[in-house]
């Protein structure tokens, strides 16, 4: 294919893109209440026909999910969720950043980095030369991913090591794919474009340098801030990466643009490589589930017509998602009735389906229906996992019936394997929790069953306290997070920023305010308006405080007054 052709295909795929930024607005809302819900997040994670990487790329197989923090846990096709979901974890594993030499260098690098963050950077350079680093791979590592929410000092460090590696007394090591992985994806994160591009160009330099995970990470990280054709460049660039152009590399780019809403240009592109990538169900299955993580029934059932009248037979993952799909759109009865033929006609449904089933009887507050399906799963050997249990707790937390609630808690815990309770969880009882006393038990048991706090866990705890006006709690979630590189992200700075405004600490909001945007990030449109209030009270108040300043002005000027107004009442009685 000729690079004419390769342009026409990207206009002609952004043309869908055009017009759908119009509809932008409707779709934000649609999809706000349709991605709400808990299975909405497991049939995108795991209905979908997905593809595991072999080493070389050529052999496809199932496998159980070794997270027993992740909601899915079944024995089915899964892509490989280090690179391939959302780039999020690093190519190796990394020390345990708790008790190990590299933990203690990271954590001093990351303070001299913040104790810099204003400075020049020949200013930092000798400070961090003066650390007597003895820089790794895992020590980069370790570093960056204290950054993530900070994109400056992660460059400005890796810049460093990229200058000293090539040279010198320490020039026996240079930044290998993980570091530039980990990288790549703090600045996509942050889109900060330009600089990540600097970064691929020189990877791309050195040879087999890119691998499948960086070109996951590129593509989830254009997709996300709606740059299409960047994305499908990408594509087309894999030739020169030293990667193939395969049906895999083609879901995969389809599966990242479905998941940021580009549904219209990736059923362009699908249907336009039709002949180069024959259509297969896993295929299918992507742009489906893309309509109906979209919120689109129309068009779900019009994709799920086209797929039942082709010659591809829908799998269980297509029933899977077209009840989902029937599900989010409110069509709750015409699901159940696909979902009990399913059981009639010998297409046993997967945990998938049947989650999907029961949180939308709980959202729809048929709870005992929704238990009498958890019920049956057991009977007929569909066995329940994290997700199942999840949906009914939360559904239970909501009204308040936290017996319930514990009871389903303790049995999680007494089964374990996938059915272990991961973080959102304990986030459901988190949010049910009245008093910051109770807090943490629950942390406490969350370490006890070997669940990690999240980044979203931290946020959560945050806001409680902030409701809750416990200044020392807050003061602890903070460091906590920063310790452990998982923030204060856009999301801590927009709930701190917001709880101070809302105890009349603005003061401090505004100093919050002034740090989130030095790092880089983007306020919420109601956080800009908060701050802009913010300023005109300030304003206010120092003009006062003129005034209080300066009584004798204030009655010399009446006094003025008054004298000018005896003046022409003396005038017109003469």
């Not at 890796?158 to 200058?163: I, L, R, T, Y």
């Given at each position: 294919?000729?690079n004419?052709?390769?342009?026409?295909?990207?206009?002609?795929?952004?043309?869908?893109?055009?017009?759908?930024?119009?509809?932008d607005?409707?779709?934000?809302?649609?999809?706000?209440?349709?991605?709400?819900?808990?299975?909405?997040?497991?049939?995108?994670?795991?209905?979908?026909?997905?593809?595991?990487?072999?080493?070389?790329?050529q052999n496809?197989?199932?496998e159980?999910?070794?997270?027993?923090?992740?909601?899915?846990c079944?024995?089915?096709?899964?892509?490989?969720?280090?690179?391939?979901?959302?780039?999020?974890?690093?190519?190796?594993?990394?020390?345990?950043?708790?008790?190990?030499?590299?933990?203690?260098?990271?954590a001093?690098?990351?303070?001299?980095?913040?104790?810099?963050?204003?400075?020049?950077?020949?200013?930092?350079?000798?400070?961090?030369?003066?650390?007597?680093?003895?820089?790794?791979?895992?020590?980069?590592?370790?570093?960056?991913?204290r950054?993530?929410?900070?994109?400056?000092?992660?460059?400005?460090?890796?810049?460093?090591v990229?200058?000293?590696g090539g040279?010198?007394?320490?020039?026996?090591?240079?930044p290998?794919?993980?570091?530039?992985?980990?990288?790549l994806?703090?600045l996509?994160?942050?889109?900060?474009?330009?600089?990540?591009?600097?970064?691929?160009?020189?990877?791309?330099?050195?040879?087999?340098?890119?691998?499948?995970?960086?070109?996951?990470?590129?593509?989830?990280r254009y997709?996300?801030?709606?740059?299409i054709?960047?994305?499908?460049?990408?594509?087309?660039?894999?030739?020169?990466?030293?990667?193939?152009?395969?049906?895999?590399a083609?879901?995969?780019?389809?599966?990242?643009?479905?998941?940021?809403?580009?549904?219209?240009?990736?059923?362009?592109?699908?249907?336009?490589?039709?002949n180069?990538?024959?259509?297969d169900?896993?295929?299918?299955?992507?742009?489906?589930?893309?309509?109906?993580?979209?919120?689109?029934?129309?068009?779900?059932?019009?994709?799920?017509?086209d797929?039942?009248?082709s010659?591809?037979?829908?799998?269980?993952?297509?029933?899977?998602?077209?009840?989902n799909?029937?599900?989010?759109?409110?069509?709750?009865?015409?699901?159940?009735?696909?979902?009990?033929?399913?059981?009639?006609?010998?297409?046993?449904?997967?945990?998938?389906?049947?989650?999907?089933i029961?949180?939308?009887?709980?959202?729809k507050?048929?709870i005992?229906?929704?238990?009498?399906i958890?019920g049956?799963?057991?009977?007929?050997?569909?066995?329940?996992?994290v997700a199942?249990?999840?949906?009914l707790?939360?559904?239970?937390?909501?009204?308040?019936?936290?017996?319930k609630?514990?009871?389903?808690?303790?049995?999680?815990?007494?089964?374990?394997?996938?059915?272990?309770?991961?973080?959102?969880?304990?986030?459901?009882?988190l949010?049910?929790?009245?008093?910051p006393?109770?807090?943490?038990?629950?942390?406490?048991?969350?370490?006890?069953?070997?669940?990690?706090?999240?980044?979203?866990?931290?946020?959560?705890?945050?806001?409680?306290?902030?409701?809750?006006?416990?200044?020392?709690g807050?003061?602890?979630?903070?460091?906590?997070?920063?310790?452990n590189?998982?923030?204060?992200?856009?999301?801590?700075y927009?709930?701190?920023?917001?709880?101070?405004?809302?105890?009349?600490?603005?003061?401090?909001?505004?100093?919050?305010?002034?740090?989130?945007?030095?790092?880089?990030?983007?306020?919420?449109?109601?956080?800009?308006?908060?701050?802009?209030s913010?300023?005109?009270?300030?304003?206010?108040?120092?003009?006062?405080?003129?005034?209080?300043?300066?009584?004798?002005?204030?009655?010399?000027?009446?006094?003025?007054?008054?004298?000018?107004?005896?003046?022409?009442?003396?005038?017109?009685?003469?």
């Amino acid at each position: 294919m000729n690079n004419l052709t390769r342009q026409l295909i990207v206009s002609l795929a952004l043309l869908p893109y055009i017009q759908q930024k119009f509809k932008d607005d409707f779709h934000t809302q649609t999809c706000r209440k349709y991605h709400s819900s808990q299975a909405t997040h497991h049939i995108l994670q795991n209905a979908l026909a997905h593809i595991v990487i072999s080493p070389n790329r050529q052999n496809l197989h199932t496998e159980s999910n070794p997270n027993p923090n992740s909601d899915i846990c079944t024995k089915q096709p899964a892509i490989d969720s280090s690179w391939a979901i959302d780039g999020s974890e690093s190519d190796q594993p990394v020390t345990d950043p708790d008790n190990s030499t590299v933990a203690k260098d990271s954590a001093m690098v990351q303070n001299l980095l913040k104790t810099h963050s204003d400075s020049s950077i020949e200013e930092l350079e000798p400070a961090l030369e003066n650390c007597g680093l003895s820089l790794t791979e895992d020590l980069v590592l370790q570093v960056l991913k204290r950054h993530r929410s900070d994109w400056k000092p992660a460059f400005l460090f890796f810049n460093w090591v990229s200058k000293r590696g090539g040279g010198g007394e320490n020039g026996s090591y240079t930044p290998g794919t993980a570091a530039h992985n980990e990288l790549l994806d703090i600045l996509g994160r942050m889109k900060r474009f330009e600089q990540l591009e600097q970064v691929l160009d020189e990877m791309s330099k050195r040879k087999n340098s890119v691998n499948e995970r960086t070109y996951a990470i590129l593509l989830n990280r254009y997709a996300a801030a709606h740059k299409i054709e960047e994305a499908i460049q990408i594509f087309y660039k894999r030739i020169e990466f030293g990667l193939e152009l395969d049906l895999i590399a083609f879901q995969t780019l389809l599966l990242s643009l479905c998941r940021y809403k580009h549904v219209e240009a990736a059923e362009f592109l699908f249907l336009s490589k039709k002949n180069e990538f024959p259509p297969d169900i896993k295929t299918r299955n992507i742009i489906l589930n893309g309509w109906c993580v979209l919120g689109s029934l129309r068009e779900a059932k019009r994709f799920w017509n086209d797929i039942i009248s082709s010659r591809c037979r829908p799998d269980l993952f297509t029933y899977g998602i077209f009840i989902n799909s029937l599900t989010k759109a409110g069509k709750l009865g015409t699901a159940v009735k696909l979902f009990r033929a399913m059981w009639e006609k010998g297409c046993t449904p997967d945990v998938a389906i049947c989650n999907c089933i029961i949180d939308g009887l709980c959202f729809k507050k048929r709870i005992p229906e929704a238990l009498e399906i958890f019920g049956e799963m057991n009977e007929k050997g569909c066995l329940p996992d994290v997700a199942t249990y999840n949906s009914l707790i939360k559904h239970l937390c909501n009204i308040r019936r936290l017996e319930k609630v514990y009871e389903l808690l303790e049995e999680m815990e007494q089964k374990k394997g996938c059915c272990t309770p991961n973080a959102r969880t304990y986030n459901y009882l988190l949010k049910s929790m009245k008093k910051p006393e109770e807090v943490p038990g629950i942390l406490e048991r969350m370490e006890k069953n070997g669940c990690k706090i999240t980044g979203d866990t931290y946020n959560l705890i945050l806001k409680l306290f902030m409701d809750w006006n416990h200044p020392q709690g807050v003061e602890y979630i903070w460091a906590e997070m920063e310790k452990n590189g998982l923030g204060p992200d856009q999301r801590s700075y927009t709930i701190k920023v917001h709880g101070l405004h809302g105890y009349g600490r603005i003061e401090e909001a505004l100093k919050y305010f002034n740090e989130m945007i030095s790092k880089g990030m983007i306020p919420e449109p109601r956080t800009k308006l908060l701050v802009k209030s913010i300023n005109m009270k300030l304003k206010e108040r120092d003009e006062r405080g003129e005034e209080a300043m300066n009584p004798t002005s204030t009655k010399d000027s009446s006094l003025s007054s008054d004298s000018a107004k005896q003046e022409k009442k003396k005038k017109r009685v003469g």
